[in-house]
């Protein structure tokens, strides 16, 4: 009830390409839902977040893609670039979780040049 | 304006020891979160703080593992008799609600190694 499952493990594409990272939940209590990037040796950050009472939220090149009936979401990076190279993490949370994200596996992402 | 601070950043001990790991919120922020990452593993949630007080201690093992974050000074997570399983990266995270924005902000993390 807990997990969010999230995929690929890994995932290479080329410089400009759209690369894609998906995400699954069950809890249907989870109402917030955010895409966190991590850099080796850093501590993850805030990319972008939505919530169930929309479908989709573009911050730039980054899209978040949500279906609520079938419990998911997605990640669309739009022309990916070499700096864009880290690991990805979905998240869920919700207003009756104290407040704590629940977190996918992670997507190691590299962009080729 | 200083993101949350954590340290050390490397804590190496050998089996049996004391790990003790230090964070300080960002200003303004008066709840922390901890969680555990191992190697090619998401974050795990261990516990939730807020001043003087555990709220949410659900991710957090029975035994060894302890967590506290007082009215004065950094939250600390101790870790007692260390093994080598506890060899990780341990982020704490801090937000100035708990209405779940969402938004936690990160420290960089202690790496802790255990020989």
């Known amino acids: 009830q807990q997990q969010v499952k999230q995929s690929p493990q890994s995932l290479i594409v080329q410089k400009g390409g759209i690369p894609i990272i998906n995400c699954a939940y069950e809890?249907?209590?989870?109402?917030?839902f955010p895409w966190y990037q991590q850099f080796p040796g850093k501590g993850p950050a805030l990319l972008i977040a939505i919530r169930p009472d929309v479908s989709e939220k573009k911050e730039g090149r980054f899209t978040i893609s949500f279906n609520k009936s079938a419990k998911q979401f997605s990640l669309h990076i739009m022309d990916s670039q070499p700096g864009d190279s880290a690991t990805y993490f979905c998240a869920a949370g919700g207003s009756s979780n104290t407040g704590k994200l629940i977190f996918g596996q992670g997507t190691t992402l590299q962009v080729k040049p | 304006n200083a993101g949350v601070m954590q340290n050390p950043r490397h804590l190496v001990r050998r089996r049996g020891q004391e790990a003790r790991l230090r964070c300080s919120p960002m200003k303004g922020h008066s709840h922390v979160y901890w969680y555990r990452q191992l190697p090619e593993e998401g974050l795990k949630f261990m516990v939730y703080l807020q001043k003087e007080n555990i709220i949410d201690e659900s991710g957090m093992p029975k035994e060894r593992f302890s967590a506290e974050f007082p009215k004065e000074g950094p939250s600390i997570l101790r870790i007692q008799q260390v093994v080598r399983g506890d060899s990780a990266a341990y982020f704490c995270a801090s937000s100035p609600t708990s209405e779940n924005t969402g938004e936690l902000f990160f420290g960089e993390g202690s790496r802790l190694t255990v020989l």
């Open positions: 809890n249907t209590a989870f109402d917030y």
